[in-house]
Nanobody
Framework: QVQLVESGGGLVQPGGSLRLSCAAS????????MGWYRQAPGKQRELVAT???????NYRDSVKGRFTISRDNAKNTVCLQMNSLKPEDTAVYYC??????WGQGTQVTVSS
């Protein structure tokens, strides 16, 4: 069983930055891909960024150049640095481990 705990969400003005963190416990963290997903009200959950065990990253087009995903296998954490935030980035952000495990989500609101 894997437990994921996200932190770092909040309210930020357009153009601002936030850093999300996800701490994992209960498994061999380094073996699986990790990802960040988000879900806005009335919309389906969508992939934001993923990172493989080897550090290969992938981003949805709308966040490329603004968001950076990283992982620290020694600390069992994955982070999402979000810069130049836009109102359309507003959503609940979820951490995912492998294909089966999700965190509880953290709210990100971008508004003036």
């Amino acid at each position: 069983q894997v437990q994921l705990v996200e932190s770092g969400g909040g309210l930020v003005q357009p153009g601002g930055s936030l850093r999300l963190s996800c701490a994992a416990s209960g498994s061999t963290f380094s073996r699986n891909a990790m990802g960040w997903y988000r879900q806005a009200p009335g919309k389906q959950r969508e992939l934001v960024a993923t990172i493989t065990s080897g550090g290969i990253t992938n981003y949805r087009d709308s966040v490329k150049g603004r968001f950076t995903i990283s992982r620290d296998n020694a600390k069992n954490t994955v982070c999402l640095q979000m810069n130049s935030l836009k109102p359309e980035d507003t959503a609940v952000y979820y951490c995912r481990y492998g294909i089966s495990y999700w965190g509880q989500g953290t709210q990100v609101t971008v508004s003036s």
